[in-house]
């Protein structure tokens, strides 16, 4: 069983940067993993994921401004967060890729508001 804890979401004015981070109970470093992030009103979405490998991808949206990083040994994954847009505000989740839905977590807010 894996249960994942999201932290480091906070209020950031425009233009600034948060470092998000992922700490998994069980063992992820056979898992490709992913930061998804739900905004209100909007679907969960994929913003980022990293495979055990470390090949990565981003959606367009973030590209350029976004970095997942992971540490298996930690059984970590991390997204540093820059250039922050208030289109970014949103919850923010790990899970991995395809998600199990039993693996949700409480996730992590953002807000990006002056």
């Known amino acids: 069983q894996v249960q994942f804890v999201e932290s480091g979401g906070g209020l950031v004015q425009p233009g600034g940067s948060l470092r998000l981070s992922c700490a998994a109970t069980?063992?992820?470093?056979?898992?490709?993993m992913g930061w998804y992030r739900q905004a209100p009103g909007k679907q969960r979405e994929l913003v980022a994921s990293?495979?055990?490998?470390?090949?990565?991808n981003y959606t367009d949206s973030v590209k350029g401004r976004f970095t997942i990083s992971r540490d298996n040994a930690k059984n970590t994954v991390y997204l540093q967060m820059h250039s922050l847009k208030p289109e970014d505000t949103a919850v923010y989740y790990c899970?991995?890729?395809?998600?199990?839905?039993?693996?949700w977590g409480q996730g992590t807010q953002v807000t990006v508001s002056s």
């Open positions: 069980g063992i992820i470093s056979v898992y490709r």
């Open positions: 899970n991995g890729v395809p998600p199990s839905t039993a693996y």
């Open positions: 990293i495979t055990r490998t470390g090949i990565i």
